[in-house]
């Protein structure tokens, strides 16, 4: 069991454009939802920490404006990059945690290219 | 200086031998400890997960932490080939539930 689930894998999008990213707990409620950016060779960042039915926190210097989070569900959370531009490709990993465990269990992560 | 401090390699041991990874913090007030796998373009795995000081095992996989040295590890004995990929080692303050804070990352490669 849980398994987290994220869409899609990769996505190569142009300059200006919004891309969203899913992230799905497959098998089980996930009551909170992290998103992690990742450079390459560089260890995993927190952009935002996400509870089901309520505004998403994030961390400093991260623009709440521009990384939209929506955890809608309590399977299901939303990543809205906005007006893409080149400096955000990244990989863009959510992770998923469910009351009463003490574990993160984390997606395969999101490729992100801006072109 | 970074909250959490760990060589970033690259680690290239022969198969078989034993592999120490080590990460250093400066908050005294973590109090979860965690060491994950990453393969190359994907998602961190969770290996161990330990609670305050101690030492815990798992098959081929032994944690450490010093919470007195600030300092933990991760002992691989017998490493095969398919152990390498990035280790990460990573805390908390409440819970592995709660934010974590990551290393750097090890890049270990296992020769056979």
Same mark, same amino acid.
């Given at each position: 069991?849980?398994?987290?689930?994220?869409?899609?894998?990769?996505?190569?999008?142009?300059?200006?454009?919004?891309?969203?990213?899913?992230?799905?707990?497959?098998?089980?409620?996930?009551?909170?939802?992290?998103?992690?950016?990742?450079?390459?060779?560089?260890?995993?960042?927190?952009?935002?920490?996400?509870?089901?039915?309520?505004?998403?926190?994030?961390?400093?210097?991260?623009?709440?404006?521009?990384?939209?989070?929506?955890?809608?569900?309590?399977?299901?959370? +939303?990543? +809205?990059?906005?007006?893409?531009?080149?400096?955000?490709?990244?990989?863009?990993?959510?992770?998923?945690?469910?009351?009463? +465990?003490?574990?993160?269990?984390?997606?395969?992560?999101?490729?992100?290219?801006?072109? | 200086?970074?909250?959490?401090?760990?060589?970033?390699?690259?680690?290239?041991?022969?198969?078989?031998?034993?592999?120490?990874?080590?990460?250093? @913090?400066?908050?005294?007030?973590?109090?979860?400890?965690?060491?994950?796998?990453?393969?190359?373009?994907?998602?961190?795995?969770?290996?161990? @997960?330990?609670?305050?000081?101690?030492?815990?095992?798992?098959?081929?996989? +032994?944690?450490?932490?010093?919470?007195?040295?600030?300092?933990?590890?991760?002992?691989?004995?017998?490493?095969?080939?398919?152990?390498?990929?990035? @280790?990460?080692?990573?805390?908390?303050?409440?819970?592995?539930?709660?934010? =974590? =804070?990551?290393?750097?990352?090890?890049?270990?490669?296992?020769?056979?």
């Amino acid at each position: 069991g849980a398994v987290v689930s994220q869409h899609p894998s990769w996505v190569i999008c142009k300059s200006g454009t919004s891309v969203k990213i899913e992230c799905r707990s497959l098998d089980f409620q996930a009551t909170t939802m992290f998103w992690y950016r990742q450079f390459p060779k560089q260890s995993l960042m927190l952009m935002a920490t996400s509870n089901e039915g309520s505004k998403a926190t994030y961390e400093q210097g991260v623009e709440k404006d521009k990384f939209l989070i929506n955890h809608a569900s309590l399977t299901l959370s +939303t990543l +809205t990059v906005t007006s893409a531009h080149p400096e955000d490709s990244s990989f863009y990993i959510c992770s998923a945690s469910r009351r009463g +465990t003490e574990t993160q269990y984390f997606g395969p992560g999101t490729r992100l290219l801006v072109l | 200086q970074k909250e959490v401090e760990q060589d970033p390699g690259p680690l290239s041991v022969p198969e078989g031998a034993i592999v120490s990874l080590n990460c250093t @913090y400066s908050n005294s007030a973590f109090q979860y400890f965690m060491w994950y796998r990453q393969y190359s373009r994907k998602g961190p795995e969770l290996l161990m @997960y330990t609670y305050s000081s101690g030492n815990k095992e798992d098959g081929r996989f +032994t944690a450490q932490v010093d919470k007195s040295s600030k300092y933990i590890s991760l002992f691989i004995r017998d490493s095969q080939p398919s152990d390498s990929a990035t @280790y990460l080692c990573a805390m908390s303050l409440t819970s592995s539930a709660s934010k =974590i =804070i990551f290393g750097s990352g090890t890049r270990l490669s296992i020769r056979p």
